[in-house]
């Protein structure tokens, strides 16, 4: 069920969500709000992965769609209109849409506050344009959980810099994320080999945050030298560890498949594939205790990229 509402309230919203429930509608047992800030242009693309997320973690999802002044090119009046979504076209929880005109943008937590889940943790997400410092957010201080995304800027590097220097603990970035896996198999990989790590590297396409911050959690747990490599990507294709007993390799350079090759030892294939985002989302909301991992690794320095050599060993190996 789909009610649209213009010049709305908050209690006009509230009003309506309770009428879809009486409707009919199964939204009950939800355990989170999920706070979407975002603009017109990804707001359909994010909603869609939030409720797909939704079905493992039964959710009001509240997207906030900011359409300031400067997007019209006359002045136009400050409101709030809301598209009300409950049953099969909200997944597995309730919808809002919320488009905030003009001087409503700029207090976007007062319309929010009212309809979020009494006694549910509440979680924002930033698809895209994040502010400097998520917690500093007036929306982000709602939150026990500050979602950003760093391969969503044009310059993800610096992103990374501004995040490092504004963390509070509950903030993570979907940069992180997406190293899950890789940092899952690499810890499996080194209960195998039994050995110590002297050096490693990371290899990617140039400027990848999560490669950044792959060779970043590595420096930080292994306490040894971590060099990157660019490669033609797709995003991270490889990681190399050099131990006392030869190499760890994994290397995804395209596809779903990636290969383990520890020295002395047959290789296996791994699956490997790039995660959607509403795998990520799901993954993120199951957790919402601080991530220390991501805590410490986001600070540390590493060696910056260089570029593919012939020789695959490095210099101080």
Do not use: C
Not at 66 to 89: L, M, Q, T, W
Not at 238 to 259: F, N
């Amino acid at each position: 069920m789909i009610t649209d509402l213009t010049h709305t309230t908050a209690g006009r919203i509230n009003k309506a969500l309770i009428e879809g429930r009486a409707n009919g509608s199964a939204a009950f047992g939800m355990v989170l709000t999920l706070v979407i800030v975002t603009d017109e242009e990804n707001a359909h693309d994010a909603v869609k992965a939030a409720t797909e997320a939704s079905r493992e973690h039964p959710s009001r999802i509240l997207t906030v769609i900011k359409r300031p002044a400067r997007d019209f090119r006359h002045r136009s009046e400050p409101r709030v209109d809301a598209e009300v979504r409950i049953g099969g076209d909200a997944g597995s929880g309730e919808t809002v849409l919320l488009r905030l005109y003009d001087e409503a943008v700029d207090h976007a937590d007062s319309v929010v506050l009212p309809l979020l889940l009494p006694d549910a943790p509440v979680v924002v997400w930033w698809p895209t344009d994040a502010p400097a410092a998520p917690a500093g957010d007036p929306l982000g201080a709602l939150a026990q959980r500050r979602i950003t995304d760093m391969h969503a800027v044009e310059e993800p590097l610096r992103e990374l810099a501004a995040r490092a220097a504004s963390y509070v603990p509950g903030d993570t970035d979907l940069a992180w994320t997406r190293l899950t896996p890789w940092r899952s198999m690499l810890a499996a990989a080194l209960d195998q080999a039994r050995t110590t790590v002297t050096s490693a590297v990371v290899e990617s396409e140039p400027g990848n945050p999560s490669a950044e911050l792959l060779a970043r959690w590595l420096t930080d747990r292994l306490r040894v030298p971590v060099e990157q490599r660019d490669t033609d990507g797709p995003v991270v294709t490889g990681v190399r560890l050099y131990t006392g007993s030869g190499e760890i390799h994994i290397d995804r350079p395209v596809g779903v498949v990636a290969t383990l090759s520890i020295t002395g030892q047959p290789t296996r294939t791994l699956a490997l594939r790039v995660r959607s985002t509403a795998e990520l989302i799901a993954e993120e909301l199951r957790r919402l205790d601080p991530d220390d991992a991501y805590a410490a690794a986001l600070p540390t320095a590493v060696t910056p990229p260089s570029q593919p050599r012939t020789n695959q060993e490095p210099e101080h190996a």
